[in-house]
């Protein structure tokens, strides 16, 4: 049975929305495309007023003040690589 996979077409291109296909990037898959009413898509919208609460939050909770060193846990966490012709 086929499985249906929602997705977003910019230009040419199809954007996956949840779960994608299994493809590497190299295969190609027969797709059927509906376009769905204009009105019936959902509105972009900032989500910056959440974004500040849950901010305030973890302000509050105090659990990043625990870290001494925030450039040095940053690359110990992101495993960060010096880069050529920078310095450190």
């Not at 870290?67 to 010096?82: G, L, T």
Request: negative net charge.
């Amino acid at each position: 049975m086929p499985r249906t996979y929602g997705a977003t077409l910019r230009g040419n291109y199809l954007e996956w929305v949840d779960e994608a296909p299994d493809c590497k990037a190299d295969c190609s898959i027969s797709v059927q495309v509906t376009f769905i009413e204009e009105s019936s898509l959902p509105k972009d919208r900032s989500h910056g007023q959440e974004m500040a609460i849950i901010l305030e939050k973890l302000a509050a909770s105090g659990t990043l003040s625990k870290i001494k060193d925030p450039v040095s846990w940053q690359r110990e966490i992101r495993k960060d690589r010096s880069l050529p012709g920078r310095g450190d």
